[in-house]
C-alpha cells in the first residue's frame, strides 16, 4: 500500500490529481490509497490526531490560511515526520530558497503535466524502498542492524567508528572510507572524519553544516563544492 495524500484549495486540482494518482496505479499494478484535504489546517488535524503515516504529500504553497510551507515545517519539525516525501505545488516559482528546511523532492508549476506527475510518484517510490536498507556492523562477535533513515551521521576517532542515531549513538571498529562506499547516494563526506545523511540537514553553509539535532560540524575545503551539490540533488529527490 502506497499513501498519496493531496491538499490543495483548488478543488479541481485536486480532483485532477486524485484521478492521475489512480490512474498510475491501475496502469502499474500498485495499491494507492488517496486522501484528499482542502485546507492546511484539517490536514494538520488528521495528520497529528489519526496518526496517518503519508508516503508522499502534494502539498499546495499557497493555501488560504495555514500556507503549504507552514505544513511543510509542522510535519519535519512538530510531528518529527522525515519519512513523507513532499512534493510541493504552486503557480509561482520563487519559492525555493523557503523550502530548503522541509526538504520537498520536487515542485512543480500549476497546470501541472500528467507525465511530469507520474515521474513524481515513481520517485517516491524508490525513495521509500531506500529508507528501507539498513546498515550492519559488529561488535564483539554480536550482529547488528540499523536502518539507515535513523543515521544523523557516521563520525571517526581514534580508529573507531560512531554512529548518532536520532536518541543514543553506538560505537564500533572500521573504516570511515570504506562505510562511504557502501551507503545510499543521500550520505556524503564533509570532512575525512565526518559522513552525513543529507535527509537530516537543518541548515548549510559555505564552511558548516548544522544537522537538525543542533550539531554543527566543519566542510573541509576539498568536499565543498561536492557538498553543496549533493545537497541541492537530495533537496529535490534526484
Not at 488517496?34 to 484539517?42: N, R
Not at 520537498?104 to 536498507?133: H, N, T, Y
Not at 572500521?174 to 570532512?191: C, D, E, R, S, W
Not at 564552511?207 to 568536499?223: A, D, H, Q, R, W
Request: proline share 2%.
Amino acid at each position: 500500500m502506497f499513501q498519496i495524500g493531496i491538499c490543495d484549495d483548488e478543488k479541481g486540482t485536486c480532483a485532477q490529481l486524485e484521478e492521475w494518482c489512480c490512474d498510475f496505479g491501475e496502469k502499474n499494478g500498485f495499491d494507492i490509497e488517496i486522501y484528499v484535504w482542502y485546507t492546511g489546517e484539517s490536514l494538520c488535524d488528521d495528520i497529528s490526531d489519526k496518526k496517518l503515516q503519508l508516503d508522499m504529500l502534494f502539498l499546495d504553497i499557497e493555501l488560504v490560511s495555514t500556507d503549504g510551507i507552514k505544513v511543510g515545517k509542522y510535519i519535519r519539525d512538530e510531528l518529527e515526520n522525515l519519512e513523507t516525501a513532499i512534493v510541493y505545488i504552486s503557480s509561482k516559482s520563487s519559492y525555493a530558497m523557503n523550502l530548503f528546511r522541509v526538504q520537498p523532492i520536487d515542485f512543480l508549476i500549476k497546470p501541472i503535466e500528467k507525465e511530469k506527475l507520474m515521474e513524481v510518484i515513481i520517485c517516491g517510490i524508490k525513495l521509500r524502498e531506500r529508507k528501507k536498507q539498513v546498515f550492519e556492523y559488529c561488535v564483539r562477535g554480536y550482529h547488528y542492524k540499523v536502518p539507515y533513515k535513523d543515521i544523523v551521521y557516521f563520525y571517526s576517532q581514534d580508529k573507531k567508528i560512531n554512529i548518532v542515531l536520532r536518541n543514543e549513538e553506538v560505537q564500533f571498529n572500521g573504516k570511515l572510507k570504506n562505510i562511504a562506499k557502501a551507503v545510499p547516494h543521500n550520505f556524503v563526506l564533509v570532512h575525512q572524519s565526518y559522513l552525513i545523511n543529507l535527509d537530516f540537514v537543518a541548515e548549510c553553509s559555505y564552511e558548516l553544516v548544522k544537522m537538525n539535532n543542533g550539531t554543527l560540524l566543519n566542510i573541509s575545503l576539498p568536499y565543498r563544492k561536492m557538498v553543496r551539490e549533493k545537497i541541492t540533488q537530495n533537496a529535490w529527490g534526484r
